[in-house]
């Protein structure tokens, strides 16, 4: 007897293992064939979205009718104009003199006219601390004289200036440039 519990056992747990193999069997062949369909509706979906909104083709560029080659010298003068329209030169007095009492003095800002770019230029504090701004300097003018619109007190200062670039048409911003300038207030 204690050979057939035994025997009737084995049988028990390999029965067992042949359900949960077929179990395992059941799910995985159902997990493909979900796969299968999903990626056979996809594949269908997708191809009904392509046929929808495909191009046409048949515009294509017409021949050539008024177009010319430039000349070696049409092209250099193009090519300097660009460079000439990207140019930009700052200059800045190194050092600045402010009256104490007054808050202003010599700033020294020049926006030459080989610039094609108006500029604002605007000192801040070692601090981040706003104290100047120039307002628009076209090219061709310049800063002699500001005053400062934070007090500051006597000293010797190394301020940031920040030249702010805009687009001479649209007035928009389109870059900035840093100085260091040494500011003396007395």
Partial sequence: MPKTLIENHTSLEEENKKKKKRFIWFWLILIILAGIAGG?????????HTSKSQVVSGDFLPKKKDARD????????????AV????????INPSSIINYDTQSG?????????NAYPINVTFFTQNRK??????????????TNGKLTEKIQRGKYE???????YDNKTREKR??????VNMIVQ
Avoid at 70 to 81: F, I, N, P, S, V
Avoid at 106 to 114: C, D, E, M, S
Avoid at 130 to 143: D, L, R
């Fill in 130 to 143: 706003k104290i100047y701004s120039s307002g628009a300097i076209e090219p061709g003018q310049e800063v």
């Fill in 175 to 180: 870059g900035q440039q840093f100085a260091i």
């Fill in 70 to 81: 430039m000349t070696d010298a049409e092209l250099g003068k193009y090519a300097q104009k």
């Fill in 106 to 114: 010599y700033i020294g800002i020049k926006n030459p006219k080989t």
């Fill in 159 to 165: 301020i940031r200036a920040r030249f702010d670039i």
């Fill in 84 to 91: 000439d329209d990207s140019k930009f030169q700052l200059e």
């Fill in 40 to 48: 056979t509706f996809f594949y269908y979906h997708r191809a009904e």
